[in-house]
């Protein structure tokens, strides 16, 4: 799962068609860096879901290829773009992506399961600082799911006057 970091801002500072061609060059270039059997799907905005298969059926192997895989991605995203700006105008653009992987061998989790572990390695990695590559680990999820529990108790707390914030 990759999210390109900031992109709003170039479709807010540059327009849309710029952002357009950046997306069409980001898609370029995890074509190039992908095996020829992988899938590379936009999801939506700047997000894309990238399919790859078979790694090594050794899990350690696996891993390190995997963990290749995605610092092959972050290098050839983190290269600058050269664009036509308006009045086609040379304009360089630098842009980075954050990564979350997820390496799975359980056919009995649905898409929709393995998109939502992918999506939660990639928000680490935006947390982590952006530009930066994230294995979904299963302790990410009970982290997540304490933290929206916690939320939840809080409001209920403040809700039944049960808790007091001063300010």
């Keep these: 799962w990759l999210d390109l970091d900031r ?7 540059l327009g849309h068609q710029i952002g357009d061609r950046v997306l069409s060059e980001v898609a370029r270039r995890l074509r190039d860096s ?3 059997d992988a899938g590379i799907a936009r999801f939506g905005g700047d997000e894309f879901v990238i399919l790859v298969q078979p790694l090594s059926h050794d899990p350690q192997t696996a891993c390190r290829e995997l963990d290749e895989l995605m610092e092959r991605l972050q290098q050839a995203l983190n290269q600058p773009y050269s664009l036509l700006g308006p009045q086609s105008q040379p304009l360089q653009h630098h842009s980075s992506a954050s990564l979350g992987s997820i390496m799975f061998h359980d056919r009995h989790l649905s898409a929709e399961e393995l998109i939502r572990r ?3 390695a ?13 294995r979904f ?3 990410m999820r009970v982290e997540l799911e304490r933290a929206v ?3 939840n108790d809080l409001r209920r ?3 039944n006057e049960e808790l007091y914030v001063e300010l």
């Design 157 to 159: 707390a403040i809700e």
């Design 122 to 134: 990639m928000y680490r990695a935006k947390e982590a600082g952006r530009n930066q590559t994230v």
């Design 7 to 13: 992109f709003k801002e170039v479709d807010d500072l």
């Design 137 to 139: 680990d299963p302790s």
């Design 118 to 120: 992918a999506d939660i």
């Design 149 to 151: 529990q916690l939320e």
């Design 34 to 36: 992908l095996p020829e």
